[in-house]
């Protein structure tokens, strides 16, 4: 299930129990949730720590080094989420010279 603009429909519908039920760990306002999502029995909530394993975390920390290194040795980051900025400071460093 996701959140924002589907949540009205998402939400008459497990009420109705059109879906059978939902396990969530993000919320919309995180850390609030929706008052409803506490009375209804057919919902599961928990707290937002999918990542919250040893492996996962190591893996978390390698990828970060490995863009930074990336990064600081003039290659573009494996996992870069806004490429504008970097083709935007590779055009800077090569105007400084």
């Not at 429909?9 to 409803?36: C, F, M, T, W």
């Not at 975390?57 to 990064?71: H, I, P, Q, Y």
Request: charged fraction near 25%; aromatic fraction near 4%.
């Amino acid at each position: 299930m996701a959140s924002g603009d589907v949540w009205p429909n998402s939400q008459q519908r497990l009420e109705q129990r059109v879906i059978a039920g939902a396990g969530l760990d993000v919320y919309e306002n995180e850390p609030r949730v929706r008052p409803l999502l506490l009375k209804l029995e057919n919902v599961v909530l928990a707290p937002h720590i999918a990542s919250a394993s040893v492996d996962t975390r190591r893996k978390m920390s390698m990828m970060a080094a490995e863009n930074a290194v990336a990064g600081m040795e003039g290659r573009r980051p494996p996992n870069l989420l806004n490429p504008e900025a970097w083709e935007k400071s590779k055009l800077a460093a090569d105007e400084r010279g």
